[in-house]
């Protein structure tokens, strides 16, 4: 088993900037990628970034891609996601995922793929 914990949400105005992390514990030599996903006030969980542990690759949704960062540290079990130029429209819980399997970096846009979830942590940003 993979224990995932996020932190640094919280309010922000727009335009603003949160740093997000994920730490995570246990079994955690078994994972291949880790994800952040968001579920925006009454709507679906959604893909926001991913990053495989083979060569670092990361994979961003359209909406977020120039304004949002992930990177992370295997060794250290961390993953982070970097969130510049924060709008409104990037309220959400935001939701760490480590996944076991690797394969191409498109099909970490899926939320199947993931095999352990953090609990979320809650970004709201102010117009």
């Known amino acids: 088993q993979v224990q995932l914990v996020e932190s640094g949400g919280g309010l922000v105005q727009a335009g603003g900037s949160l740093r997000l992390s994920c730490a995570a514990s246990?079994?955690?030599?078994?994972?291949?990628?880790m994800g952040w996903f968001r579920q925006p006030p009454g709507k679906e969980r959604q893909f926001v970034a991913a990053?495989?542990?083979?060569?670092?690759?990361?994979y961003y949704a359209d909406s977020v891609k120039g304004r949002f960062t992930i990177s992370g540290d295997k060794a250290k079990n961390t993953v982070y996601l970097q969130m510049n130029s924060l709008t409104p429209e990037d309220t959400a819980v935001y939701y760490c995922?480590?996944?076991?399997?690797?394969?191409?970096?498109?099909?970490?846009?899926?939320?199947?793929?993931?095999?352990?979830w953090g609990q979320g942590t809650q970004v709201t940003v102010s117009s």
């Open positions: 995922a480590a996944r076991v399997v690797g394969g191409p970096l498109s099909t970490y846009y899926y939320q199947r793929g993931y095999d352990y």
């Open positions: 246990g079994r955690t030599l078994t994972t291949n990628g």
């Open positions: 990053i495989s542990w083979s060569g670092g690759s990361t």
